[in-house]
């Protein structure tokens, strides 16, 4: 069965420092896409990056990273020169398979605080 | 991109009663799914739901409580019945890109169950 661990339940990072938000996951599946969402307390579920198991390189979207080491099993999101907009909830999730028409299942998030 | 609209953004219900989220998206998608955030946790998907066959409940999650209509291939309906405080949660409807990768979330109902 497919598992998302996220093990940093908070994160505090001063203003224009990068910060890493680790993501390990386990799938049986050759196929699959690992996921970054971002959860403002607003409560709306922003999707940020993806990266589909295949893709040799590591996915980049402006300020979004995605470190991904197969062998590893690990997704982990980088946010490069953080902002105070990036205080959020930040779910690492997984899809197996290729097709949206398959269930994405998520980690237990991680709340990062940007201290001015 | 799909466009999600959820219908109530929130609501404060009475135990025992039953509410109906609508979730309406501007294009025609195969799947849809519906999640359960409960306060202060992740995502759980609750079903899937594809158009013309009964939707497939995830494992702690029944019919019963959790009715789901899909109509169309742009509306679904999830009912949270006999309501208990315990249910209290945001309720979240999902479809998948046809064409790409993305999955892409509706604003979410906010329920507060007293």
């Known amino acids: 069965a497919q598992k998302i661990t996220q093990t940093q339940p908070g994160m505090f990072v001063q203003e224009k420092e990068a910060v890493t938000l680790d993501c390990t996951y386990d799938?049986?599946?050759?196929?699959?896409?690992l996921f970054w969402y971002k959860q403002p307390s607003s409560g709306e579920m922003i999707f940020l990056i993806y990266q589909g198991s295949y893709d040799e390189q590591n996915a980049t979207e402006g300020r979004y990273s995605l470190n991904f080491q197969k062998a590893r099993k690990s997704a982990n999101l980088v946010i490069s020169a953080s902002q105070l907009g990036d205080s959020a909830m930040y779910f690492c999730?997984?899809?197996?398979?290729?097709?949206?028409?398959?269930?994405?299942?998520f980690g237990s998030g991680t709340r990062l605080s940007i201290r001015p | 991109s799909a466009v999600i609209s959820q219908k109530p953004s929130r609501d404060i219900c009475q135990r025992g009663t039953s509410l109906t989220i609508q979730c309406q998206v501007d294009s025609q998608v195969t799947m849809m799914f519906w999640y359960r955030q409960q306060p202060g946790q992740s995502l759980t998907l609750i079903a899937t739901?594809?158009?013309?066959?009964?939707?497939?409940?995830e494992s702690g999650f029944v019919i019963d409580k959790f009715p789901i209509s899909r109509p169309n291939l742009t509306f679904s309906t999830l009912t949270v019945s006999n309501m208990s405080p315990e249910d209290s949660s945001i309720y979240l409807c999902?479809?998948?890109?046809?064409?790409?990768?993305?999955?892409?979330f509706g604003p979410g109902t906010r329920l507060t169950v007293t």
């Open positions: 999730a997984m899809r197996e398979e290729y097709s949206s028409a398959s269930k994405i299942i």
């Open positions: 799938t049986s599946d050759q196929s699959y896409g």
């Open positions: 999902s479809v998948g890109d046809r064409l790409h990768y993305e999955q892409y």
């Open positions: 739901a594809n158009q013309g066959s009964e939707a497939t409940y």
